[in-house]
C-alpha cells in the first residue's frame, strides 16, 4: 500500500486531531477563501462592485476545488500562498462567469489575506484550547477537593521537606490553568482582528469607500475591525504564541510532577491504565508515564518555537521580507504541540490513579525528621529559637547516625521531655497535624475556578 508522504507517526501522539485538522492544507486554505468570499459580499455592501459578482466568487471559495499539490508547487516561485490561490481562484470564477473575475481580491494585498485567514484558524484554535483548558480545570477542581487532606511528602530541591496534601499540589495544578483562561479571555479582543490593509497599508486602493469596506469586511468575518492594519506589528499574535508558551509550561510542570510522584521510588500517584499503554519492548514490568512525556516534550518544544516568534518581531517597515515567512509555520505548530499536550494532561487529570497508603508509608521514611520544625516551633516557645533550633538539629542527627526514630530519640533528650510531654511528641509527629493552610489552598483554588467558570 502506497502511504502519502508525510510527518503523520507522532501526530496522534503529540497532536490533537482537531487542531491538526484547523491547520492542515484544508484548514489554511479555507480560510484564506472566507476571506476573498468576505471581501466580496462587503464590497457589494458598500456599492464598489455588483452583487452579482458575489454568488460566483462565494461559489469558488471551496477549498475543495483546488490542488493543494499544485498551489503548494507555485508557492516556491510566488513566495506566499496568497498569490497563486487568487490566480487559481480567478480562473475558477472566470469559468462560470468572466464579468465576476474582475473583481476578485479588490483593494487588498496577498498579506490581507494570509492574516485575516490566519486569524480566522486562531479563533478556531483558540476555542479549542479554551474547551480543553475548562474540561481540564473542571477534573482538577474535582480530585484536588476529593484530596484536600490527603497528606504526602512535600518535596523541596528533590528531597522530602515537610507534609504537603495531594489536593494542594493538585490545586497548584489548577491555579495556573485558570490563570491561563484568565490571560486568553483577556487577549481576544486583541487577537481577533481584521488584517486589511492593502499594498502598504493606506488601502489607497480602495478610495473614500475604503474605510466603509474595512467596516463591513470586519462584520462579515465576525472579527473587530483594529485602529489600523497591522502588516508588519505583530504584538498580537505573539502574545497568543506566548499565551500558549505558558500553557505549555504549566502543563509541563504537571507532566513532570506526576513522571516524578510514578518513579518506583515513590509509586504514590500514576497516570490511568490502559491495555498497551506505557509498556516496554523488552521489560515486560515496566508501565511508563507515556501521557507526562507528551506534557514535558510539548514544555521542551514550545519555547523554542515562541523564540522565533520574538525574533520575528522587528520587522522592516510596512511589510517584511522573511520575518513575517518565519511565522507561517510557528504558531500552528505551537498551537497543535499544546492540542497534544491538553489532550494528554486531561485523560491524566480524569483517571488520576492515587495510593494513599503508599504515601502515608513515604512520609515515614525518614523516620520522623520532616516533622522536627513542628517540634522546634513549638519547643522555641519554650526554650527560645536558638535553643530549639540547635537542640533538634542535634537530635536529628543522632536520629540519622543511630536509625531510630525522631520520636525515640526525642523521649531520651531530658531538655526535650521537660517541655513537652509524650502525648505532645506524639500528636507533633503525626503528619496529619502539620498541613498548614493546605486545604485553604485547595478551596481557595477552586472557588477561583468556579468564579471563572460562572
Not at 506534557?295 to 523554542?304: C, D, N, W
Request: glycine letters at 8%; hydrophobic letters at 45%; one cysteine or more.
Amino acid at each position: 500500500m502506497t502511504q502519502r508522504p508525510g510527518n503523520q507517526l507522532f501526530d496522534a501522539y503529540f497532536t490533537a486531531r482537531d487542531m491538526r485538522e484547523v491547520f492542515c492544507d484544508q484548514g489554511r486554505v479555507q480560510a484564506m477563501l472566507d476571506f476573498e468570499a468576505a471581501l466580496a459580499r462587503a464590497e457589494a455592501r458598500v456599492g464598489l462592485i455588483p452583487s452579482s459578482a458575489v454568488a460566483p466568487i462565494a461559489t469558488a471559495c471551496d477549498a475543495g476545488l483546488y490542488d493543494f499539490a499544485a498551489l503548494g508547487e507555485a508557492i516556491a516561485t510566488a513566495g506566499n500562498s496568497a498569490i497563486p490561490l487568487v490566480k487559481a481562484l480567478g480562473k475558477q470564477i472566470a469559468s462560470s462567469d468572466a464579468e465576476a473575475e474582475r473583481y476578485v481580491h479588490l483593494g487588498a494585498t496577498s498579506q490581507d489575506v494570509m492574516d485575516s485567514g490566519l486569524v480566522l484558524q486562531l479563533r478556531q484554535a483558540l476555542a479549542l484550547i479554551e474547551s480543553e483548558l475548562a474540561q481540564l480545570a473542571d477534573s482538577l477542581a474535582v480530585q484536588a477537593q476529593r484530596f484536600a487532606t490527603t497528606p504526602l511528602a512535600g518535596r523541596t530541591w528533590l528531597q522530602h521537606a515537610t507534609p504537603v496534601t495531594l489536593g494542594m499540589k493538585i490545586a497548584g495544578w489548577l491555579g495556573a490553568v485558570t490563570r491561563s483562561r484568565q490571560r486568553l479571555q483577556q487577549l481576544k479582543p486583541r487577537l481577533l482582528v481584521l488584517q486589511f490593509g492593502g499594498a502598504s497599508g493606506t488601502l489607497a486602493a480602495l478610495g473614500e469607500q475604503a474605510l466603509p469596506i474595512a467596516k463591513a469586511l470586519a462584520e462579515e468575518l465576525q472579527l473587530t475591525l483594529p485602529e489600523q492594519p497591522w502588516h508588519t506589528q505583530r504584538d498580537r499574535i505573539v502574545e497568543f504564541g506566548a499565551v500558549l508558551g505558558l500553557i505549555a509550561g504549566s502543563l509541563g510542570k504537571f507532566g513532570r510532577d506526576i513522571s516524578l510522584l510514578m518513579q518506583t521510588e515513590a509509586a504514590e500517584v500514576f497516570e490511568p491504565a490502559a491495555p498497551g499503554k506505557g509498556g516496554s519492548s523488552t521489560m515486560p514490568h515496566k508501565r511508563n508515564p507515556v501521557g507526562a512525556a507528551v506534557l514535558i516534550g510539548a514544555a521542551t518544544r514550545v519555547p523554542g518555537l515562541v523564540s522565533t516568534l520574538f525574533s520575528a518581531m522587528p520587522q522592516e517597515h510596512e511589510r517584511s521580507l522573511g520575518l513575517w515567512h518565519a511565522e507561517w509555520e510557528t504558531l500552528p505548530e505551537i498551537c497543535c504541540l499544546v492540542s497534544g499536550s491538553l489532550q494528554q494532561a486531561r485523560l491524566l487529570a480524569d483517571g488520576l490513579e492515587v495510593d494513599a497508603a503508599r504515601m502515608a508509608r513515604n512520609l515515614q521514611l525518614t523516620q520522623g525528621l520532616v516533622l522536627a520544625e513542628a517540634v522546634s516551633i513549638v519547643l522555641a516557645q519554650r526554650v527560645g529559637r536558638d535553643t530549639a533550633h540547635h537542640l533538634l538539629e542535634q537530635c536529628c542527627k543522632r536520629a540519622v547516625a543511630e536509625q531510630r526514630h525522631l520520636r525515640a530519640v526525642l523521649a531520651d533528650e531530658p531538655q526535650v521531655t521537660a517541655e513537652l510531654s509524650g502525648a505532645e511528641l506524639d500528636d507533633l509527629l503525626n503528619p496529619a497535624h502539620y498541613l498548614g493552610q493546605a486545604q485553604v489552598w485547595v478551596e481557595r483554588a477552586v472557588a477561583e475556578h468556579n468564579a471563572l467558570t460562572v
